[in-house]
């Protein structure tokens, strides 16, 4: 009986080694393998977050050597206002109108702070889970594709922040001195947040585009016959998604959002006229076909007869 935890413990074991990419290179796996796999990413995956969430939730209020504290760095847009327009004029701060509402404030943000954070070690998580059934080139260009989407994120995120102060100058003015301005803490965390995570999740539309484009879903043909009516709807989308009918806010990322779009489209010209190119010189067409020149292809080796042959 003492001998039956050792054995599960070797089953265990070995069952993660014929699961690893050594042992097992096509990456196939039992539906019961599938599932405790899921399992134990998932369990990876939170732990991540869970510990993010407390080190977010610490850094709330505590300065980590130079750089300022979670709390100094959200609040700093508020802070940016005239004073003159603030209920406390002598010190930068915001309202607590319940009683947990501070507790609940830091719990939000240090689950966002620790979602960012940790966003490398539980999307590596994710990747790991999809990857045993992919090729090497497909594993490859996941990598890829993870690294520049935690880029634009991060862009579209820094971007925000930055539009928060004049979006609130702009916000704040409409009342004149009828109003002065005592923002709650609840209200303004999540009007921060909300713009920080509009920013980021738009900034990714240039990577989707040129996945779907890669993959043949979006050809260059279709971008640009639609590219009136898609960045329309861009601006309408900015008009909708940004927070407290912000105008700056919505200028700002309706242009970002197109400027990123243009970027995708031609980018999709390059690989589709690549593409183009490379069918024609093989014989799977003409060059009329893709919309091409002739002088756009290359002409083929021309083939030595046997009267070239010495």
């Known amino acids: 009986m003492a001998r039956i935890p050792h054995r599960r413990d070797e089953s265990r074991r070995e069952k993660k080694r014929l699961r690893s990419r050594r042992h097992n290179p096509d990456g196939t796996m039992t539906l019961r393998d599938h599932l405790y796999e899921l399992k134990h990413r998932l369990g990876l995956a939170l732990l991540a977050l869970l510990v993010g969430c407390i080190a977010g939730f610490l850094w709330f209020q505590w300065r980590v050597g130079p750089v300022p504290s979670l709390g100094d760095l959200l609040t700093g847009p508020y802070c940016a206002l005239n004073p003159d327009d603030l209920l406390t004029r002598d010190k930068c701060a915001l309202l607590q109108t319940k009683p947990f509402e501070a507790f609940l404030v830091q719990f939000k ?30 594993r490859k260009f996941t990598r890829i594709f993870v690294a520049l989407a935690s880029f634009l994120f991060i862009c579209g995120a820094v971007l925000a922040y930055f539009v ?12 004149g001195e009828q109003f002065i301005t005592a923002l709650t803490a609840n209200d303004y965390i999540s009007f921060v947040l909300a713009m920080l995570l509009i920013f980021g999740v738009s900034f990714e539309l240039p990577l989707v585009i040129t996945m779907l484009n890669r993959i043949g879903v979006l050809p260059y043909r279709n971008l640009k016959n639609w590219r009136r009516g898609i960045i329309f709807t861009l601006f309408i989308f900015a008009a909708v998604a940004t927070p407290g009918t912000d105008p700056i806010g919505m200028l700002a990322l309706a242009a970002s959002m197109t400027v990123l779009f243009e970027l995708a489209v031609q980018i999709a010209r390059i690989h589709d006229r690549r593409e183009a190119r490379k069918a024609v010189a093989e014989g799977w067409g003409d060059p009329e076909d893709y919309d091409l020149k002739p002088e756009d292809v290359p002409e083929k080796p021309a083939k030595a007869g046997l009267d070239d042959v010495t």
């Not at 943000?109 to 999809?130: E, K, R």
């Not at 928060?164 to 702009?170: H, I, S, W």
């Open 109 to 138: 943000v240090g689950l966002a702070a620790g979602a960012v954070l940790t966003s490398p070690f539980w999307l590596y998580q994710i990747w790991a889970f999809v990857t045993p059934g992919l090729y090497d080139n497909e």
């Open 164 to 175: 928060v102060p004049k979006g609130l100058e702009v916000l704040i003015s409409f009342g």
